[in-house]
């Protein structure tokens, strides 16, 4: 990643933070998940255009369909109606 030399280190420091999110997020809902299924929860997921509930053994059961995810760009707008 190209960083100018006027850069402070703080924003080098947020820059840096905006990287490693993605994959820190990655790894929260990941352990969430296996906090919740260890639990005894179910579980709603969306896989393929359909909606299945997930229980603690793994079973999936189908729920509904749904519409297909769209891509956002980057600093587009929109409404959920």
Do not use: N, W
Not at 70 to 81: D, M, N
């Amino acid at each position: 990643m190209l960083r100018p030399s006027f850069m402070s280190e703080q924003e080098k420091r947020f820059e840096q933070l905006e990287t490693d999110f993605p994959a820190s997020a990655g790894d929260a809902f990941a352990s969430a998940r296996a906090r919740a299924l260890a639990a005894g929860y179910l579980l709603i997921e969306a896989h393929e255009g359909a909606l299945y509930e997930i229980s603690q053994d793994g079973t999936r059961r189908f729920l509904k369909k749904i519409e297909a995810p769209f891509p956002v760009r980057k600093g587009e707008r929109f409404s959920l109606e």
